[in-house]
Each structure stands twice: as structure tokens, then as C-alpha cells.
């Protein structure tokens, strides 16, 4: 049952829904707000035709309830009675003011698993504090240590953090059920987005805890070897073997580069004192160059160099065609569209789609109708009362 | 409390992040994971960032990143190279009920340890495999670093400061986290699987896979209207204002997102300009994102005022997301988080001189079975009688033999530690803000053993 809106928990019931879950999407009458977020196909604003909906929402079901009516809420616990897990991304005081806090889910169902995303969890002091991504990303720890040295710290593009928590609660919800599974207990997951942050860092609290150091956005010495370059066709990230040892002289003849060789830059020492110098010859360097010649060309030689990729240089990936990861996807209100397939692939219960993100209330009919006994005039008059 | 998977148990040979990470979450509720460790290639995280900058001693048994990603596992050590290696690994993987790793499948082939491979020794096995960019196809064999892979994935191509020509990468090895979080997820799938019909499976996580379906926004958008949008900075492509701000003090910043008119009249109030709640330039979410840029310009002034974390708490009173931007010191001592026992206070082996110290937990919280208490990362080689003897039954002269052939050991063969410049010369270069030299007294006050 998945009550969420927005990105993070519709992201963790389309993980469990990618993978085989019967996911059921309960939407407000006006539905998830995310329906009218761009981007569109053709910025047709158009609450069927939202890119990001249609991708969050692949293989769910949509009921639309209104749970502010006693009615609403009627129909909800009659569906939960038959469910194992309910998920929900209201904020924290949301779920307890319409009656659906843990413990009274539990009467109605005892082994339910309720999993319950919110932007600083369910306890502590901030816990009814407001947050966006761009909050999240600051309060988690990642920000400060993001951007240019004397720049105002810089978050990733869009919505990481709420993926992040999204991903979390996928993998925590599977726990809960694993125990629920083996003993028959339901439990309630508290996910925070702040903590899901938090959790993946390296280098920051425990600079502190270790050192007494706060790590702050590093300066941009162009000497830095693995640092990001400007190509003639864009950016890559040549890595000629830091951390597992560095053969300068390999490197050197890799780059073509013999001036490299004198002694001005052949001891890691020697490239400290000179580093502007080097800094200069490598970005004149590999401006010249094209990135996917360089990174081919290098990992011949086994150095781990990376490329950045534009959106169509994604799409058009090798590596991505060799695995299949965009997959063909038929919507009635889109067409039929590449979306990103497989975070990641199981042999022997493989990622699947098996029907697109539905219209606002598509299953309505079948859910509350022949589910659960409501007949059409039922239905009739909740919907003219506003309730569906 | 034996946490939800007591029972299960987990050889790990990961190295760095993405393996070691997710798998610690794993064993925080409480599997028993096994991890193997080569004496002679040392793991770079085992000997980087070691207690107070000090790399004499036993420095491998010291490092930050290590005791980071390695809390609650077993530390056997094993020599691979040689056959005898090998053969106790599968005797290992024969008791077990996964096997991870995140080498690069060349590697994994050489050793013969495929999923095919595995499925012999134990039927119901499930392998999981992380790697750059997944185990088959074109660039299986590729090394790939968290950088790498973030720019393959599309996200660094988006990321950067409005109207830069530069892509912007993240400081950390970003992709490994995703990926990792991907990856308990899916160990997770597989063992519900496996619960219900007995059977194991392969599992090929590609870190830049995992990262590419956490960007819909920009894959989408290219997919359907072949278009892509410019850098955005910290805007957003609804709200405004969103961004960050200067506060009082050497680089310290709020976030500030408001997404409605009343969020931005409270904006207004808290920081007490009454003309800019009157300006019609400002006056609903079009007008405002329309005119973002002048908007940023106006209110960085205002917030260097304020210190950030009062700021914080007033725009939040009013209702007005924000936050600040927490450094290490901030995010260590967040009232918040400590009161949700974000942190974890681990003690060490006293050999390391390293006193407890709080780690940071999980983002989730089960109420019926929480995590196990934290135990520190394993010393090198710390647990190799308990596997190898209690668990495989090799006999006291068996496991002598193995130490005598190198085959097991307790340092590194080759003892090489990184020493890091001190904290005067980092700060100088400016890659630490500042250090606080009375930071041991600070962490005891608030985080007892």
C-alpha cells in the first residue's frame, strides 16, 4: 500500500514494485503532486504526460481516496487488513491526525510492516521542520564539503537525497519483511532523508573525531593529477593511478608528452613545486584531445580514467546498449518512450516492467469495486461526494 | 537484540566503499559477515587517515575509513594467490549464504569464483557482484573510481554553478554510497527470494547503472523532448528563493528553499524586509523564480548577518524550509541527530590506542528489531582463529602452517603507511577549514563510552 507522493517514497515502492510487488498507489482525489511537475513531453502541462511521475510510478496501481473524509479512511483500512506493508511520506504528524498512526494500524493488522520516510524522521527536535532537497543536502553534511573552494557550497542537480532515503527505505522495508515473514511481527521503519545523507559520507565526521579537523570544499590545485579536465569535446577525469602506485614514466609515454619527463615533474616532490607549470601543460594538453579516445586508449593501459557524460552521450552508451539498461516503455498518454531501466540486474528474478505508471485513479473499479465488494452506485456516490 | 537477519551469513571480499559499506549495514542487523583481507595488498583505507595524523605501530589497524566501513565484521585474512588460499575461500562460500565483492570481474574470473562457480560449492548461494559498469558487456573490465562512474552516470554533466561551462564533481567517492544503497536493497530482494523458494541467484550491480535511474529529471526529459537543461546552480526550476546564503563567520552558509507565498512573506518577516514583501517583482512563485537571480543577489547581504544556525531556527519557526550547512563539527554535535542516536559510540582494541568514538548509524529505525550493538572493524587477521579453527575446523597445527606459508597473517607484508601533512600545512593549502586541538575532550563530553 503505498501512500507517498513526491520522489522519495514513490522511489522506494517503485524498487519494490520493479522487483514483483503488488503495489498499490492510494493518491489524493487531485493526486500525487508530482503528476504536475515538469519536465512534460513537449511542456504539454498535462497531469497525465509528467516525465518524472510516469518513470516513479511504473508497474503500481492508483486509487485515488480522500483521506480527510470518514469514508476515505473506511476504504483505506479495509484494503490494509490485506497488506503487508503500507508506506508513507506524509510529515510526521500527518498520519497520527487521521487515525493512522502505527499502533492503530496494528489493530487492524498485526503483522503489518509500516514504513514511514520523512525529512528528519519521526523523533528529536526538528522533527516537524520543513526541508527541500537543497535543505536536506546542507543538514546531511554533503553540501559543505560540494562546490568551488571560494564559492558558496553547490548540491548535485535535483533530487538526490530523496533517492537516496528512497533506496534506504526499499532495503529497510525488506528487512521488516524478512522478520515479518519468519516470525509473523509487523514493525514501524523510521527513515530520515537527513540521516540517509548523513550515512554516506567519507572524510567529514571523522576528520573531526580522528584529527580534530573540519574538512572544508578543496582548492582546485591544477597540478592534482586526477583532477577534471576540459577536452575538446567536453570533460574527462584522468585517474593514471593515485592510490595504487604511479608510474610516471608509463604515464608520460601514455600521454605522448616527453617534456614531462625532465626533472622538473618526475618526483612526486618535484611536481608539488611545480605543479602550476604542470598544471598548465596538462590543461593545454588534453584540450587537444577527445575524451572517449583518451578513455578507451587508457583503460587499454589499465589507468581508471572516467568520462563525463551529456544525457544523449548516455543514451548512446555502449556499455548501456551491451546491457539492455533503456528499456522501450508503452504509456497511453506518452507513447512509447525510453526510460532508464535496471538499477541493477538479478538472474533469477529479473527487473521487469509490466505495466506503466497508471492514470490518476485508473484501478479504482477494480480495487475498491470488485475488491472490496463496493458496487457501482457505491461508487457513484463517492465519487459525487468527493471521496474517490 | 539479534537484529533481522541473525543467521545469515556473508563473505565479504570488497575493497574501499561499495562493497564494504553496504555490507557493514548488513551486519549492523546482525548478519555475520566474514571479511576477507589480502596481508600482502594492503587496503588502502586500512592505513590512510589513521588516530591523530600517528602512523607508528601497528598504523593498519588505525585508519578512519577502515573502522568507518567496517563495524560489526569478522576480519579472516587470506592470501588468494596461492591455491591453498583459495581453497579455504570455497570452504567458506560452502557454509555461507552470500558471497560479495567488488573486484573487477577480470580478477574474479582468474580466481575462478563466478556465480557458476560458486553454485557448485553451494547450491543456494547468492553472489553479488559491484562494479563500475557492470559485470558484462563492453567495459566490464574497466577500473572505474566514484568519479568515474558519477560522470558516465549523467549526474556530474548537470551538476555545476549556474552558467558554468565546467561540470562539477562531488569530493567524495559519491556513487559508491548509491550504488551501496542499491545493493543492500538488493541483497535484500534475493534473500526474500531465496526464503520463499530456496533458491540463491547472481546479483551484477553496476555503480554507474544504479546512479543513472536516481536522475529522471534529466534522462527523461532528454528521452521524450531530446533536450537538456542548462546548469542550475543551487536553483530549482520551481522555487525561488532557493539557494544558498552567506551567514556570519569563515565560510558558513544556509539553505533557504520557499515554495509558497505565504513561506515567502514569512521569509520577508523573519528577515525584516518589508519592502521586498511588498515588491511586485517578488510577488507570487512565477514572478519570484523569474526574477531568482536578483532575488539571490538581495538576500545573500541580509543572511551574513545572522548566525546560521539561529537563522535556521527562526525561519523554521515561521515555517520557512531551511537549513544550515552543516560542517563536520556541526553534523557530529547536531543536536538532532544525537538525540535520535544517530551516532554509534564503538570502542576499539586497546592495542590501537584509539579511545570509543561515535560513528555515524543508519538512516533507518526498526522498532521491533533494531541494529546489533556496534563492534569495532576488525584488527588485521583478528578473527582467523574463530573462522578458520572454530568454524572450519582447522586443527592448532594447520593454522600454524597456514602462518608459516603466509597463507594467513596478522600485519602487512609490506608495511607501507601514508602519511598525511600535518594539520597546520593542510590547513594552509586550504584543504581543512581549521583543526581543534581540544576535539578528544569534546567527542568525550558528548559521546560517553
Known amino acids: ?388 | 537484540m539479534p537484529g533481522p537477519l541473525a543467521g545469515i551469513r556473508i563473505i565479504e571480499m570488497g575493497q574501499l566503499i561499495a562493497i564494504p559499506f553496504s555490507m557493514k549495514m548488513l551486519a549492523d542487523m546482525g548478519a555475520q559477515v566474514i571479511r576477507l583481507e589480502s596481508t600482502g595488498r594492503l587496503e588502502s583505507y586500512r592505513s590512510d587517515s589513521v588516530y591523530k595524523n600517528d602512523i607508528s605501530g601497528e598504523f593498519w589497524n588505525k585508519g578512519a575509513n577502515f573502522y568507518e566501513q567496517n563495524r560489526n565484521k569478522l576480519g579472516v585474512t587470506l592470501d588468494l594467490s596461492k591455491p591453498e588460499g583459495l581453497a579455504i575461500l570455497r570452504e567458506l562460500v560452502s557454509v555461507a549464504d552470500i558471497f560479495s565483492e567488488n573486484f573487477t570481474p577480470r580478477v574474479i574470473k582468474n580466481f575462478g569464483l563466478e556465480y557458476e562457480d560458486l553454485k557448485k560449492i553451494k547450491p543456494d548461494i547468492i553472489m553479488v557482484s559491484s562494479t563500475g559498469y557492470g559485470f558484462y558487456g563492453p567495459w566490464a573490465n574497466y577500473g572505474a573510481t566514484g568519479p568515474a562512474t558519477e560522470g558516465a552516470a549523467g549526474l556530474a554533466y548537470q551538476t555545476g554553478y549556474a552558467g558554468s561551462d565546467s561540470p562539477m564533481m562531488s569530493e567524495i567517492p559519491y556513487t559508491d554510497y548509491t550504488s551501496g544503497e542499491h545493493t543492500v536493497f538488493a541483497v535484500m530482494a534475493a534473500l526474500m527470494h531465496r526464503l520463499r523458494t530456496g533458491e540463491g541467484q547472481f546479483v551484477d550491480i553496476s555503480q554507474t547503472q544504479a546512479t543513472s535511474a536516481t536522475i529522471p529529471e534529466i534522462l527523461m526529459d532528454y528521452s521524450a523532448n531530446k533536450r537538456s537543461g542548462p546548469r542550475m546552480g543551487n536553483q530549482d526550476t520551481v522555487m525561488s528563493p532557493h539557494g544558498c546564503y552567506q551567514t556570519q563567520g569563515e565560510d558558513r552558509w544556509i539553505t533557504i528553499a520557499v515554495a509558497t507565498d505565504e513561506e515567502w512573506q514569512s521569509l520577508c518577516r523573519v528577515l525584516k524586509q518589508d519592502d521586498w514583501a511588498s515588491d511586485s517583482r517578488f510577488a507570487d512563485l512565477l514572478s519570484r523564480w523569474q526574477n531568482r537571480d536578483e532575488l539571490d543577489e538581495l538576500i545573500g547581504p541580509v543572511t551574513s548577518t545572522w548566525l546560521s544556525h539561529d537563522l535556521m531556527h527562526a525561519l523554521q519557526n515561521e515555517g520557512v524550509a531551511a537549513g544550515v550547512v552543516m560542517d563536520s563539527k556541526d553534523l557530529l554535535f547536531d543536536p538532532h541527530l544525537v538525540e535520535r542516536n544517530f551516532y554509534e559510540v564503538v570502542s576499539h582494541h586497546e592495542s590501537t590506542g584509539i579511545p570509543p568514538l561515535p560513528y555515524a548509524g543508519r538512516p533507518w529505525k526498526l522498532s521491533k528489531t533494531p541494529a546489533v550493538d556496534g563492534m569495532a572493524a576488525p584488527l588485521m587477521g583478528e578473527h582467523n582463529t574463530l573462522i578458520l579453527g572454530d568454524l572450519l575446523g582447522k586443527t592448532a597445527e594447520e593454522m600454524a602452517a597456514l602462518e608459516e606459508t603466509g597463507i594467513i597473517g596478522y600485519g602487512p607484508t609490506t608495511p607501507r603507511p601514508v602519511q598525511r601533512p600535518p594539520l597546520e600545512e593542510q590547513v594552509r593549502q586550504g584543504r581543512m577549514q581549521r583543526f581543534e586541538t581540544d576535539f578528544e575532550e569534546q567527542v568525550r563530553r558528548t559521546f560517553p563510552a
Not at chain 1, 156 to 178: C, E, I, R, V, W
Open chain 1, 1 to 388: 500500500m503505498d501512500l507517498t507522493h513526491h520522489i522519495s517514497g514513490p522511489y522506494c515502492t517503485k524498487l519494490l514494485a520493479d522487483f514483483g510487488a503488488e503495489v498499490l498507489k492510494v493518491e489524493r482525489p487531485a493526486g500525487d503532486p508530482t503528476r504536475r511537475t515538469a519536465p512534460f513531453l513537449n511542456d504539454d502541462v498535462d497531469s497525465e504526460k509528467s516525465l518524472v511521475f510516469a518513470y516513479l510510478n511504473t508497474n503500481k496501481q492508483s486509487v485515488t481516496l480522500n483521506l480527510k473524509t470518514e469514508k476515505g479512511i473506511q476504504v483505506l483500512k479495509s484494503l490494509i487488513e490485506h497488506t503487508d506493508v503500507v508506506v508513507e511520506n506524509f510529515a510526521p504528524r500527518v498520519m497520527a491526525s487521521l487515525g493512522l498512526d502505527f499502533e492503530s494500524l496494528q489493530k487492524i493488522n498485526p503483522s503489518l510492516v509500516l514504513t514511514s520516510i520523512s525529512n528528519f524522521g519521526q523523533t528529536g527536535p526538528y522533527r516537524d521542520y520543513k526541508a527541500a532537497d537543497i535543505i536536506e543536502y546542507a543538514m546531511g553534511g554533503l553540501m559543505y564539503i560540494s562546490g568551488g573552494y571560494d564559492r558558496e557550497p553547490l548540491k548535485h542537480a535535483f533530487n538526490q537525497a530523496q533517492f537516496k532515503a528512497g533506496t534506504d527505505g526499499a532495503a529497510a522495508t525488506l528487512m521488516a519483511m524478512y522478520h515479518q515473514r519468519l516470525t509473523g511481527e509487523g514493525q514501524h521503519v523510521d527513515i530520515s532523508i537527513q540521516e540517509a545523507v548523513a550515512t554516506g559520507l567519507r572524510d567529514v565526521v571523522n576528520n573531526f573525531t580522528y584529527t580534530g579537523a573540519v574538512r572544508r570544499r578543496q582548492p582546485n590545485h591544477s597540478g592534482d593529477l586526477s583532477r577534471l579536465r576540459a577536452s575538446s569535446d567536453g570533460h574527462l577525469i584522468p585517474n593514471p593511478g593515485i592510490g595504487t602506485g604511479l608510474n610516471w614514466g608509463v604515464m608520460v609515454d601514455f600521454m605522448d608528452l616527453p617534456e614531462l619527463g625532465d626533472d622538473k615533474f618526475n618526483s612526486p616532490s618535484a611536481r608539488l613545486v611545480n605543479a602550476e607549470e604542470l598544471g598548465q601543460i596538462l590543461d593545454s594538453y588534453y584540450l587537444k584531445q577527445n575524451k572517449y579516445e583518451r578513455f578507451y586508449a587508457a583503460h587499454e593501459k589499465r589507468f581508471i580514467f572516467g568520462v563525463v557524460q551529456s544525457p544523449e552521450e548516455v543514451m548512446a552508451d555502449p556499455q548501456f546498449e551491451a546491457r539492455s539498461f533503456f528499456v522501450d516503455i508503452d504509456h497511453p498518454a506518452l507513447g512509447t518512450l525510453k526510460y532508464p531501466g535496471a538499477p541493477f540486474e538479478m538472474s533469477g528474478t529479473p527487473w521487469d516492467v509490466r505495466t506503466p505508471a497508471p492514470s490518476l485513479g485508473q484501478h479504482n473499479q477494480e480495487i475498491i469495486g470488485q475488491r472490496l465488494g463496493h458496487t457501482p452506485e457505491d461508487l457513484a456516490q463517492m465519487r459525487a461526494n468527493e471521496i474517490i
